[in-house]
């Protein structure tokens, strides 16, 4: 079993600050990247950031310059700062892992697991 624990996120007014943070804990043999995903109300899911464990990182466009992810590999865990915050970054945030996991002895597979989901409202 592989669980992702999300915090972090709340209601904050426009220029305004939050971080979110994700551990992932279980049967992990490997991680190979974590990263934050979002939800706007009626629209799909996509990727705002994801870093490789050799502590590579993408954005999305609309973050650049204003979200930074880290990884903490001792403590699977990752973090995204968020600095200027808007309105139209309101969404439900998800956490994605892809870890390399003990399936049973022996035998490992490759797994993507995602949080619970935690809300980022951005208001005055």
């Known amino acids: 079993q592989v669980q992702l624990v999300e915090s972090g996120g709340g209601l904050v007014q426009p220029g305004g600050s939050l971080t979110l943070s994700c551990a992932v804990s279980?049967?992990?043999?490997?991680?190979?990247?974590m990263g934050w995903y979002r939800q706007p109300p009626g629209q799909e899911r996509d990727p705002v950031a994801i870093?490789?464990?050799?502590?590579?990182?993408t954005y999305a466009d609309s973050v650049k310059g204003r979200f930074t992810i880290s990884l903490d590999n001792a403590k699977n865990t990752v973090y995204l700062q968020m600095n200027s915050l808007k309105p139209e970054d309101t969404a439900v945030y998800y956490c994605?892992?892809?870890?390399?996991?003990?399936?049973?002895?022996?035998?490992?597979?490759?797994?993507?697991?995602w949080g619970q989901g935690t809300q980022v409202t951005v208001s005055s």
């Open positions: 870093i490789a464990a050799g502590g590579t990182a």
């Open positions: 279980g049967s992990i043999v490997s991680l190979y990247a």
């Open positions: 994605h892992a892809q870890v390399e996991q003990r399936v049973r002895e022996g035998v490992n597979a490759d797994y993507i697991h």
